[in-house]
């Protein structure tokens, strides 16, 4: 009788497994780094931790100017909450010169709407851009994009704990 009990308990254990699944992805956090180059040739590096489907916890921001071009150049981090709002990240300071690098930390982020996607976007001032046309946005107290600048944006992170529901196709 020993034995049928302890392979009873056995069964009743893998099927609890099964019926359960893998432990909750809130138990663990999930580092993500994203690089982007611009059509002109500088560049910018993010990194951040993914904690749960409706948090971010800080990070680092760069941007570095490569060009040598006497343009300054900026990083913009963003995430876009459940309901579409933007939420701004951080956004570095402009360069200073060739071959220069300007770094900020990222300030830790949560929305109860959940944050479905963090977006990287590299900018240089109106007047830089050799006839490419960008896009403008808000500057809200010096976060985010300054109307008029060229900026790029091919870098974007979808939330690992939002499942597959949330992907945008």
């Known amino acids: ?33 994203g690089e982007v180059s611009a059509h002109w040739g500088d560049r910018a590096r993010v990194q951040f931790t993914w904690t749960d489907a409706i948090t971010i916890e800080g990070g680092t921001l760069t941007v570095a100017d490569l060009t040598c071009d006497d343009a300054p150049v900026y990083a913009v981090v963003t995430a876009v909450a459940g309901n579409g709002a933007a939420v701004p990240l951080a956004t570095t300071p402009r360069t200073a010169g060739c071959g220069k690098t300007a770094e900020t930390r990222l300030v830790r982020a949560g929305n109860a709407a959940g944050l479905s996607r963090v977006t990287l976007s590299i900018c240089r001032p109106a007047g830089a851009a050799s006839g490419v046309g960008g896009f403008g946005g808000t500057s809200g107290s ?10 790029v944006s091919p870098y974007t992170a979808r939330n690992p704990y939002r499942g597959t529901a949330n992907l945008g196709f």
């Open 1 to 33: 009788m020993h034995r049928s009990v302890y392979r009873a308990g056995l069964v009743a254990a893998a099927a609890a497994v099964l019926a359960l699944g893998p432990a909750a992805p809130g138990w663990a956090t999930t580092t993500t780094t």
């Open 142 to 151: 010096g976060q985010g994009f300054r109307a008029g600048d060229e900026c």
